[in-house]
C-alpha cells in the first residue's frame, strides 16, 4: 500500500498548483485529524516557516516529479524494510497504527 513513495526531499509539482513542493514527511496525518496522507511538504525553494507552510496530499495529487531526493542505504532499507510492508493503517488517539482485523473484538 505504501510500496514506491518517493524519498524525503524529492520536488515536486502538484495538479493544479503554481508552485513546486518539497516532500519532508512521508505517511503523516495533520494535527487533530484522522486523515492518513502519503506526504507532507513545504513550497520549495522557501522551505517551512510556520505550520501554515505544511501542505499534506497523497500521491495522485502529484503531476510531475522534478527531482527525487537522496537515496543511500538508509533510505533504501527503511523503504524495503519498513514502507513496503506496510499494511492497511488507521489513526487511533492521533496515532497511526496497523488495522490489525477489519472485526472489532470487546473485551468484558
Known amino acids: 500500500m505504501y510500496k514506491d513513495l518517493l524519498p524525503?526531499?524529492?520536488?515536486v509539482k502538484l495538479v493544479n498548483a503554481e508552485r513546486m513542493v518539497m516532500i519532508c514527511g512521508r505517511i503523516v496525518v495533520p494535527e487533530n485529524k484522522e486523515d492518513i496522507y502519503d506526504y507532507v511538504g513545504c513550497i520549495y525553494p522557501e522551505g517551512i516557516a510556520g505550520d501554515s507552510d505544511m501542505l499534506f496530499f497523497n500521491r495522485d495529487a502529484i503531476e510531475m516529479t522534478c527531482?527525487?531526493?537522496?537515496?543511500?542505504?538508509q533510505e533504501l532499507t527503511y523503504r524495503s524494510e519498513v514502507l513496503d510492508d506496510l499494511g492497511e493503517l488507521k489513526v487511533v488517539n492521533g496515532e497511526i497504527i496497523p488495522v490489525i482485523s477489519d472485526i472489532e473484538v470487546e473485551l468484558s
Open 8 to 11: 524525503i526531499g524529492s520536488v
Open 67 to 73: 527531482f527525487i531526493g537522496f537515496q543511500d542505504v
